[in-house]
């Protein structure tokens, strides 16, 4: 449709609104005010004391990302866009751009310090969902060019970020019909990847040993990509907190307090005792998942 009078249109052409960054509420509070002429609001109190955005108690996505922490240090850590994107917490991710680059820039990252005659250990990581919309091409690329490096598939069953929808690795569709499951591991076979693994991630120890065992084998001649798809479904989908096995657990008195669990790892279950400054679990928030217990290097956290 052709507008006659531009002139009467405010918005982000004449910078009624802002003419970039996202219109969140803040943002729109303060144009409704230009344009109403109404005095601003009280602001209501902030809930409790501000904490940055986290992954849930219990994400597998959590265990993976300390995994690779724990196995690979020194590593590049390329990701991509979805709820795992939040491992950047975790000091596991260092580049985000858009879907599938995690794939793509690994690659490019691995080329670049070829020819300059460098070595360092890459660890891309994307979650299923993305790689299923954006990641094959991109590794096919890899694939074909020779690249070396070790793609962690981030596999919970679910596109989390957006509400839940089935991921093409499912037999279901969004409004509950049958489907026909891809399933993950046979298409990264197709990509032309020989070597895929698949492991849960709250098996951390195992984990951290498999992303080791995993880097060494990629630099022998005939290495090439290594896939790990770290599978284990969201605690958010329906049913499967129920499912899984919970574990009470307490901190002892053997705690140290060294933050590592609470820190490093985040568990957003986790927290100090602001007078004895240990450890302590939160139940309300705990979902159970046990994998705290091989974090702790003290071996404070245990079964009730
Ligand atoms: S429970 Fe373990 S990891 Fe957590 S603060 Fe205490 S000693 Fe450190
Ligand atoms: S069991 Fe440990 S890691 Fe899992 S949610 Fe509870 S406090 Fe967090």
Do not use: W
Not at 74 to 91: E, H, M
């Amino acid at each position: 449709m052709q507008l006659g009078r531009r002139d009467r249109i405010r918005g982000r052409g004449d910078g009624s609104v802002p003419p970039q960054g996202e219109l969140v509420p803040d943002v729109i509070e303060e144009v409704l005010q230009k344009f109403s002429g109404l005095a601003p609001g009280k602001k209501p109190p902030a809930a409790g004391k501000p904490r940055r955005p986290t992954l849930c108690p219990g994400c597998p996505h959590r265990a993976a990302f300390y995994a690779i922490r724990q196995a690979l240090p020194q590593a590049i850590y390329l990701s991509d866009i979805g709820c795992y994107t939040l491992g950047r917490n975790l000091g596991a991710v260092d580049t985000v751009l858009c879907m599938g680059a995690a794939i793509s820039q690994a690659s490019g990252f691995y080329h670049a310090h070829r020819m300059r005659g460098e070595d360092r250990p890459i660890v891309a990581t994307i979650g299923d969902s993305t790689f299923y919309h954006a990641g094959i091409p991109a590794l096919i690329n890899a694939v074909h060019t020779g690249a070396k490096f070790i793609l962690l598939i981030l596999d919970n069953s679910t596109t989390a970020m957006t509400g839940d929808q089935p991921t093409p690795g499912l037999d279901r569709l969004a409004d509950g019909k049958p489907a026909k499951a891809v399933p993950l591991e046979d298409l990264v076979k197709s990509c032309g990847v020989q070597e895929v693994k698949i492991i849960d991630p709250y098996r951390l120890a195992d984990l951290t040993r498999l992303i080791k065992e995993t880097e060494k084998g990629l630099r022998s001649e005939n290495g090439g990509i290594s896939v790990i798809i770290s599978k284990h479904p969201c605690l958010m989908s329906p049913g499967v907190a129920k499912a899984q096995a919970s574990f009470r657990l307490e901190v002892a008195d053997d705690c140290i307090s060294c933050g590592i669990c609470y820190q490093d790892f985040e568990c957003p279950a986790l927290g100090p005792d602001p007078q004895t400054g240990m450890a302590r679990i939160d139940p309300n928030l705990c979902s159970g998942c046990g994998v705290c217990v091989n974090v702790c290097p003290q071996g404070a956290i245990k079964q009730k």
